[in-house]
């Protein structure tokens, strides 16, 4: 049981350059999500899922796409790289309900040039 | 919009000392709250949930308080050891809000000194 997985660890961009940040859960977890981390602001929520083919956007969605094709698998895309971008990117998922804690990942570390 | 407060930012105890973390957010409906422990480099490890019922949640040395009709949380650490440094947060979930949205406050890092 692998928990919540995240690839790469690290990645270095160019501005506009596009990529996919990869997020796998063996769970069979049925809520996924997508975080950044920025110093002096905290966790942001990006886009969420509550199932397959079922997203939403959250707190900071502008230049991520998401889609949910599988339960186990959340990518988020970044179709040109800017350097607002630079963060620390965090997956989580969990089953759902209320009772319940959420897991995540151990981030990607993005930095945009 | 929710808003979730920890103050203050960093703190630096001796070993030994029972501490309390707190945490304050600003829209008392909420589903639940949750306390992560987040070490330099590494994603946030779930420490304890409340759900907006419960008055707290207690594991091992460690204990989280509720009050949601004043919009506050602690989190309690009973003797403390150098391995409790980290970064400590806390999130919350809205009543009406879907499960993964949670909302997070910028953390308290906790140094423990031998």
């Known amino acids: 049981n692998a928990g919540v997985t995240q690839t790469p660890k690290f990645q270095v961009l160019k501005t506009g350059q596009s990529m996919t940040l990869q997020c796998a859960q063996d769970m069979n977890h049925e809520y996924m999500s997508w975080y950044r981390q920025d110093p002096g602001m905290g966790l942001r929520l990006i886009h969420y899922?509550?199932?397959?083919?079922?997203?939403d956007q959250g707190e900071v969605p502008n230049g991520y796409n998401v889609s949910r094709s599988t339960t186990e698998d959340f990518p988020l895309r970044l179709l040109s790289a800017a350097p607002s971008q630079t963060s620390v990117y965090f997956c989580?998922?969990?089953?759902?309900?209320?009772?319940?804690?959420?897991?995540f990942g151990p981030g990607t570390r993005l930095t945009v040039l | 919009k929710q808003e979730v407060t920890q103050i203050p930012a960093a703190l630096s105890v001796p070993e030994g000392e029972n501490l309390v973390l707190n945490c304050s957010f600003t829209?008392?409906?909420?589903?639940?709250l949750q306390w992560f422990r987040q070490d330099p480099g590494k994603g946030l490890t779930s420490l304890l949930l409340i759900q907006s019922s419960q008055r707290e949640q207690t594991s091992g040395r460690l204990n989280a308080s509720l009050d949601k009709s004043s919009g506050r949380s602690t989190l309690y650490i009973a003797a403390s050891q150098p391995g409790d440094s980290a970064t400590y947060l806390c999130?919350?979930?809205?009543?009406?809000?879907?499960?993964?949205?949670?909302?997070f406050g910028k953390g308290i890092t906790l140094s423990v000194r031998p």
């Open positions: 999130a919350v979930i809205p009543f009406t809000g879907a499960n993964s949205k949670l909302t």
């Open positions: 899922s509550v199932g397959a083919g079922i997203t």
């Open positions: 989580a998922s969990n089953k759902g309900l209320g009772t319940d804690t959420q897991y």
């Open positions: 829209d008392s409906a909420i589903y639940n």
